[in-house]
C-alpha cells in the first residue's frame, strides 16, 4: 500500500473514532434541551412543541368523578425530541427533558357522564385548548424536587403566559413524587413509555 494511501485511511479512521465518541456523548444527554430560562429565573414557553414526540391523552372527566375531576380534560402530552431519544435507549430521562402538557376541554357531551355520540360511536372527544403546563428536568437546578421542575402557563384558553416561574414543591412535585417516586413521571398511563 502506498504511504499517501495508509496516512490517508489512519487519518480517516482517527477522524471516525472522534466523530463517533463526540455523537456517543452527545446522545447520552450533553447538549439536550428545549429549556429556555429569562433573566428572571423563569421558564420560556417552549416553541413547536406540539411537533415534539407526542407521547399520550389521558383523559379524566366530571362525568366520571362524580362532578369533581381535578383535571377534566384531555392531556395532550408531549417530550422534546432529543431527550425522547435518550430515554428510548436508556430508560431514563436525562437533565434537560422537557415535558409539556397542553390541557384539552371536551366538546358538549349529550350524556350525564359527558361523552357524546359520533359516527365511530359513543365517546369521549377533544375540545379547545385549555391550558398549559410544562416540567423540566434538571439535576442542579431542582435538586429539592428531584431534579424536576413544574410550570403552570396558565389554565386558560392561549394565548399562554410567555414565561412563568416554577410552581411551589407542594403544588406539584409532592404529587409527583408520592404516586411514580423519584423517576417523578407518570409512566403507566403512556404506553410508549413502558
Known sequence: MKPVLKTWLKTTAIAAGLLAAGAATAADGAGIGAATFNAQGELVLPDGYREWVFIGAPLTPHGLNDGKASFPEYHHVYVN?????????????????????ELVLLQKGDFKDGSKNAPSGRGYFAGEFQGMDVMVK????????????????????????????AAPIENCAACHSANVGKDMV????YPVLR
Open 81 to 101: 425530541p432529543d431527550a425522547f431519544a435518550v430515554y428510548q435507549r436508556t430508560g431514563e430521562f436525562p437533565d434537560g427533558t422537557v415535558i409539556a402538557k
Open 138 to 165: 434538571d439535576s442542579q437546578r431542582f435538586k429539592d424536587s428531584n431534579g424536576w421542575g413544574f410550570f403552570n402557563f396558565g389554565h386558560h384558553a392561549p394565548p399562554y403566559l410567555k414565561a412563568a416561574k
Open 186 to 189: 407518570f409512566k403507566i398511563y
